[in-house]
């Protein structure tokens, strides 16, 4: 406890420089943790989701069943299967040439699920860059403030006309608590970030595994002489895609 309150006496005796680098340090610091504990209880909420929506596949015959049971879930996946089945039945209402041709069929299909893996996962990225930028900008930032402990050292030197302890310990200290402050900040968003991006590789891993059998579906129906996405309305069929 004695030395804890001989750093905070410190902390606040600090130059102005010194507190504004503490400042600019505490502020990334509480916003990186927030964006952890967002993110991962984010994760764990959709991958819960995609868990359980994939447990109900065996019970799946069609696509339109796959559509259906994914309009009232929120994760990855559904938002696969709405947009895969929105451009599905685009083309077998239009019955356009499509219809005809089962590469240029599943071609169309395949886009369509790529590019809604890509919007997921950017979104899902979302506020990561953030941990990235904390963990390669603040351990600079507490190195500006060891340079400026270490000048305010030397300062005291020159005032004092002496090198004792007594004259530079205030600027060494401010100097090593500027130090520890960037790399407290530093290291948990490094971690944070390396363990969020994984979770993000392997949802976007699943979706690319998982695309392979909304195409699955798709295909049967279409060869397969399968009429059941007539019974879906057209106000029905909504994008999902996150904006």
Do not use: C
């Amino acid at each position: 406890m004695h030395t804890e309150s001989e750093i905070l006496k410190l902390i606040f005796s600090a130059g102005i420089v010194a507190k504004i680098v503490l400042l600019i340090l505490l502020m990334f610091s509480i916003v990186s943790w927030a964006v952890m504990f967002f993110k991962f209880f984010q994760f764990r909420r959709i991958e819960k989701d995609s868990k359980e929506f994939l447990a109900t596949l065996s019970k799946i015959e069609n696509i339109h069943q796959l559509y259906t049971l994914s309009k009232n879930k929120d994760n990855p996946l559904s938002s696969l299967v709405k947009e895969g089945y929105a451009r599905f039945y685009e083309i077998k209402k239009g019955q356009g040439g499509l219809l005809k041709d089962r590469p240029a069929f599943l071609n169309a299909i395949d886009r369509r699920l790529k590019s809604t893996a890509e919007d997921e996962t950017t979104y899902y990225e979302g506020y990561l860059s953030f941990l990235a930028t904390t963990g390669n900008t603040t351990p600079f930032i507490g190195l500006f403030g060891t340079v400026w402990g270490i000048i305010h050292a030397f300062q005291s030197i020159g005032l004092q006309g002496s090198a004792n302890i007594a004259a530079v310990a205030p600027g060494i200290a401010e100097a090593l608590i500027a130090t520890g402050a960037g790399l407290a900040t530093a290291i948990p968003a490094v971690i944070g970030y390396n363990y969020l991006l994984s979770r993000v590789r392997r949802m976007a891993s699943q979706m690319e595994v998982f695309s392979g059998e909304i195409m699955a579906y798709a295909e049967a129906d279409i060869w397969a002489g399968g009429d059941r996405t007539e019974d879906a309305d057209d106000e029905q069929i909504g994008l999902s895609v996150r904006k």
